[in-house]
């Protein structure tokens, strides 16, 4: 089981529950076979996962069942569809047949369309000795919902630093479904929510109005004329962006019910997206 939850911006804290693992079998001497790890991660560099460019995290951990202080230092770089991951991983106390403190993994993202992505990841410690952790999924997004859900194949048990890095010779098959629960939707106090406002260009001409609702545009297309505008409202009791896919500036993140709205100066088809919620899309014509 994983759970996760952000904090402040670019922080979230985490913990990470396998029932059974593999880890203590070999030669660990632990009578436990529950492994457990708590972890925080500090987006240093770069915006939110699957946003254009080079981004960098850091994670401390802590694993109960080896007693040990471990970190990795991740980047993904994302172009269009495609992500490309590293992360450098150390072990204060390494579990099982393991000597090595350190370890390296990398991996893949591809996003064929909207809705579905392929991804695999491998990661080791640096040891001769130490079979190399690997994984490959199917990941689905849920049309009309923030939820995803992957069928994964893998030879590790666990997702914890240390199980990412040491694999075995059994084929795992499974699948892991995401829950989303955004705590402002029960009790605002839980974030300090922003006065809802409209922002980007206030005093332009709207010519439409897209409402954010249900995860959904409420108009997929809108067609205006050169010069006017759109305004985007998020009916949502989360934050929303409209992030365009070309060249043209985008919005901040637009609190529950603020707004956003932005003026054409050139004809064309723009396309858009949200990018917490990529699920989300919509397209403005402009002649």
């Known amino acids: 089981f994983t759970f996760a939850t952000g904090i402040v911006r670019n922080v979230a804290l985490g913990a990470q529950f396998a029932t059974h693992s593999f880890l203590i079998e ?10 457990t790890q708590l972890y925080a991660r500090w987006r240093v560099w770069g915006g939110p996962e699957g946003t254009e460019g080079l981004h960098l995290s850091v994670t401390p951990a802590y694993n109960f069942l080896a007693k040990s202080a471990d970190g990795e230092l991740g980047a993904d770089w994302t172009t269009g569809p495609l992500t490309l991951q590293g992360a450098a991983r150390v072990a204060g106390k390494p579990l099982g047949q393991s000597a090595a403190r350190a370890a390296f993994g990398g991996g893949v993202v591809a996003r064929v369309n909207r809705f579905v992505a392929l991804s695999a990841d491998v990661g080791s410690f640096v040891s001769p000795t130490v079979r190399a952790a690997w994984s490959a999924a199917l990941n689905v997004v849920i049309p ?7 069928l994964e194949v893998s030879n590790a048990l666990t997702s914890t630093i240390q199980g990412n890095s040491i694999g075995q010779s059994q084929r795992l098959y499974g699948f892991e479904f995401t829950i989303p629960i955004h705590l402002k939707r029960f009790g605002p106090w839980f974030h300090g929510t922003p006065r809802p406002a409209a922002v980007g260009d206030v005093s332009a001409p709207v010519a439409t109005t897209v409402r954010l609702a249900a995860y959904k545009f409420g108009t997929d297309t809108v067609t205006i004329s050169v010069g006017q505008a759109v305004r985007w409202v998020n009916n949502d009791p989360v934050e929303h962006t409209i ?3 070309g060249a043209e500036p985008g919005s901040p993140l637009i609190a529950p019910k603020g707004s956003f709205i932005h003026r054409f100066g050139k004809a064309g088809t723009y396309s858009y997206h949200c990018t917490p919620h990529p699920f989300m899309k919509g397209v403005v014509i402009v002649k």
């Open 26 to 35: 070999q030669g660990s001497g632990s009578q436990s076979s529950n492994e």
């Open 144 to 150: 009309g919902s923030p939820h995803t859900f992957s």
């Open 243 to 245: 992030s365009f896919d």
